[in-house]
Nanobody
């Protein structure tokens, strides 16, 4: 069955960096555009990065553009999110999923907590 296992979160000071990983299994990973999403307490889930199935194109909202970079390794069935210049407002649980907000895979992993605080 579909599994998405996010890892790499933690506590980091403002201005710091983290690299998140998402290990995928149970579906043909290389066929799917993938995205990272985040949800902060009391807020709706928001999209933070998207990468096409072959990795040739990426897209970001203005809130993270220039700070976050999404990449993938289709041989390892893994998608990554490099986060630099982190801000307190980046604090959230981060999830990976298909680029249709999970409507294709119909599954959400446990996410990984990112906390940006001094």
């Amino acid at each position: 069955q579909v599994q998405l296992v996010e890892s790499g979160g933690g506590l980091v000071q403002p201005g710091g960096s983290l690299r998140l990983s998402c290990a995928a299994s149970g579906f043909p990973f290389s066929y799917y555009a993938m995205s990272w999403y985040r949800q902060a307490p009391g807020k709706e889930r928001e999209l933070v990065a998207t990468i096409t199935n072959a990795g040739g194109s990426t897209n970001y909202p203005d809130s993270v553009k220039g700070r976050f970079t999404v990449s993938r390794d289709n041989d390892k069935n893994t998608v990554y999110l490099q986060m630099n210049s982190l801000k307190p407002e980046d604090t959230a649980v981060y999830y990976c999923n298909d680029a249709a907000s999970g409507r294709l895979l119909k599954y959400w992993g446990q996410g990984t907590q990112v906390t940006v605080s001094s």
